[in-house]
């Protein structure tokens, strides 16, 4: 006799700003992924820290959630980062060379510079207070504010961050605060 084994789920959400990367708010009181999606057993593959926005994977294959966060696997995620001030040809190079931060060189990243993107208005409208500029960040690795931490290092404040793919996998058409199952196609992009 077999047993049918239910499905496995691979959720894709767009994150909104402000939102914590998971189900609890262990007493912070800011929103958590609970208040959009009611899926049990689901877990974030990755996270997005709560300032940052856009894709985000939910799934209850363990197998998968290290493969996507584990940088030996090399799973690129693809980024739109707003950042104060002048990011020069010198500091694009140094970015994607590798940044030394506190306890770590950064692995060879992708900075460009990109024309301003169209994405949806933010409930915290960004305010600079100089000039700013947008890049396309392309990472293998995910340190803890990493972008964050590598752009201050060579002078560049980033005041947004909304991530638009992981690998093949894109955000295209999901709307702020939705998420809807990946389609067999977009899986096998994963495997």
Same mark, same amino acid.
């Given at each position: 006799m077999g047993y049918d084994c239910p499905a496995m789920r691979y959720i894709l959400f767009n994150k909104p700003y402000g939102v914590l990367s998971q189900f609890?708010? $262990? %007493?912070? %009181?800011?929103?958590?992924? !609970?208040?959009? &999606?009611? &899926?049990?057993?689901v877990y974030a593959a990755?996270?997005?820290?709560?300032?940052?926005e856009?894709?985000? *994977?939910l799934t209850d294959d363990g197998g998968l959630i290290k493969r996507l966060t584990d940088p030996r696997h090399h799973i690129e995620k693809t980024y739109l980062v707003m950042v104060e001030g002048d990011p020069t040809p010198e500091k694009l190079t140094q970015l994607s060379r590798g940044i030394q931060l506190k306890n770590y060189f950064t692995s060879p990243a992708s900075f460009r510079l990109i024309r301003d993107p169209e994405l949806p208005l933010r409930p915290k409208p960004v305010t600079p207070h100089?000039?700013?500029?947008?890049? $396309?960040? !392309? *990472?293998? $690795? %995910? @340190? @803890?504010r990493q972008i964050r931490h590598m752009t201050a290092a060579v002078? *560049?404040?980033?005041l947004r961050i909304f991530r638009i793919a992981i690998g093949g996998i894109k955000i295209d058409g999901l709307e702020v605060g939705q998420w809807r199952d990946l389609s067999s196609k977009e899986l096998k992009l994963l495997s």
């Open positions: 609890t708010d $262990e %007493g912070t %009181g800011h929103p958590t992924l !609970k208040q959009f &999606i009611d &899926i049990p057993n990755g996270r997005l820290d709560r300032d940052s856009g894709l985000l *994977l100089g000039p700013t500029a947008w890049l $396309e960040v !392309k *990472l293998r $690795e %995910g @340190k @803890k002078g *560049l404040f980033t």
